[in-house]
């Protein structure tokens, strides 16, 4: 870039060479100087005879330019340009910019902030409520034999979140039993007491552990799939076909879901606290030194029905949280590829949240009533 203060006034900006946003484009100080220079030049004309090759670079230049001559009052000519940058300049410069458009660009005041955030919270409550009643609604049919389903997908349903769900269930609660044991063994090895390792593991797992394991395993696998096939549903339209042909979503789609992770739910809860429980048996074994017939009649003794039940109880519930929290965060899903990422991240935040919610008050109601 070159200036030149021609006789009769005129300030030329002369371009050449290669002009692109990948060679960098030159700063406008220099042109800022001359134009606020004294006397101002009467008017700015262009040379780009030399120009051998531009993009948007050259154009953002021009019109920074365009601008810094109008600020000061000088008048630009256009006559110099190629056709094709002369009418993106006019293009760009067609609707002057609103006063004070780039300082309302920036944070939102507090109370706004608070204000979309309460309407966002009572939307989605109305939302989740309505959901709740659809599928109640879907249920109470299925009950009376009315709802329309495939037993295909039931049963294709029962197997993902069945038998394909046990090898990271098997990893998971094995190591969580190895943990719990460890943990238990180093603390109570000090008093004489590691034969009650057998016990912490067993309680641990049959009333805790096993359950909320196996639910936050199953949001993260099961609940997530669940939202990304919904949502993948609702881009391609495919619910939209099937409300088309008179099938309703909530029946089709979502009831044999929410049935296989509700009966799969507490078998791999109880799965899940033999295989913790065995894990436990490992480390009472290696560093302890219990044969496996103390770790077993020591286990047998402490854990009754009632843990087991108590953990069974929360599996089920914890089953239906993750089924809706992915059914519905698929059934919200926009029109887009990255909403059905979105979808899939939400429906394991809601999902796990609610187990986390769920198993504390179970817990409060279970201790109250001596459960």
């Given amino acids: 870039m070159s200036l030149d203060r021609l006789p009769q006034g005129a300030l030329r900006v002369r371009l050449s060479g290669a002009w692109g946003l990948g060679e960098g484009v030159p700063p406008v100080e220099p042109v800022r100087r001359e134009l606020s220079a004294e006397p101002p030049p009467c008017r700015?004309?262009?040379?780009?005879?030399?120009?051998?090759?531009?993009?948007?670079?050259?154009?953002?230049?021009?019109?920074?330019?365009?601008?810094?001559?109008?600020?000061?009052?000088?008048?630009?000519?256009?006559?110099?340009?190629?056709?094709?940058?002369?009418?993106?300049?006019?293009?760009?410069?067609?609707?002057?910019?609103?006063?004070?458009?780039?300082?309302g660009a920036g944070r939102p005041p507090l109370l706004v902030r608070i204000g979309e955030a309460?309407?966002?919270?009572?939307?989605?409550?109305?939302?989740?409520?309505?959901?709740?009643?659809?599928?109640?609604?879907?249920?109470g049919r299925?009950?009376?034999?009315?709802?329309?389903?495939?037993?295909v997908d039931l049963?294709?349903?029962?197997?993902?979140?069945?038998?394909?769900?046990?090898?990271?269930?098997?990893?998971?609660?094995?190591?969580?039993?190895?943990?719990?044991?460890?943990?238990?063994?180093?603390?109570?090895?000090?008093?004489?007491?590691?034969?009650?390792?057998?016990?912490?593991?067993?309680?641990?797992?049959?009333?805790?552990?096993?359950?909320?394991?196996?639910?936050?395993?199953?949001?993260?696998?099961?609940?997530?799939?669940?939202?990304?096939?919904?949502?993948?549903?609702?881009?391609?339209?495919?619910?939209?076909?099937?409300q088309t042909m008179g099938l309703p979503p909530m029946d089709f789609l979502v009831l044999p879901r929410v049935l296989a992770l509700c009966a799969m739910m507490p078998l791999l809860t109880l799965y899940a606290d033999f295989v913790g429980i065995l894990g436990g048996g490992i480390v009472a074994a290696v560093m302890l030194d219990l044969s496996p017939q103390v770790y077993y009649d020591q286990t047998i003794a402490g854990i009754t029905l009632d843990d087991f039940a108590s953990g069974l109880i929360k599996s089920a519930v914890f089953g239906a949280l993750i089924a809706f929290s992915g059914c519905l965060r698929?059934?919200?899903?926009?029109?887009?590829?990255?909403a059905v990422g979105e979808a899939a991240t939400s429906a394991v935040v809601t999902g796990i949240v609610m187990i986390i919610v769920a198993d504390a008050i179970f817990t409060v109601v279970f201790n109250i009533i001596g459960f």
Avoid at 216 to 236: D, E, P, S
């Fill in 44 to 103: 700015v004309e262009f040379d780009l005879r030399e120009l051998s090759g531009w993009d948007s670079g050259v154009l953002s230049f021009l019109v920074r330019v365009d601008e810094l001559a109008v600020e000061r009052g000088v008048a630009t000519d256009r006559a110099g340009l190629p056709e094709g940058l002369r009418r993106l300049i006019e293009l760009a410069t067609a609707v002057p910019e609103t006063k004070d458009a780039r300082s």
């Fill in 118 to 139: 309460a309407s966002r919270a009572s939307r989605d409550g109305l939302e989740m409520v309505s959901f709740i009643g659809e599928i109640t609604a879907s249920i």
């Fill in 142 to 151: 299925m009950l009376r034999g009315r709802a329309r389903f495939r037993i």
């Fill in 155 to 242: 049963t294709s349903f029962l197997q993902d979140c069945g038998a394909l769900a046990l090898p990271i269930v098997t990893l998971i609660s094995f190591l969580v039993g190895l943990i719990l044991a460890f943990v238990g063994a180093v603390q109570l090895e000090q008093f004489g007491a590691q034969i009650y390792v057998a016990d912490l593991v067993g309680i641990a797992m049959a009333r805790e552990m096993g359950a909320m394991m196996a639910a936050i395993i199953m949001a993260g696998r099961t609940g997530a799939a669940f939202a990304a096939q919904l949502g993948t549903m609702r881009v391609n339209q495919e619910i939209d076909a099937l």
């Fill in 330 to 338: 698929g059934m919200q899903c926009g029109n887009s590829a990255s």
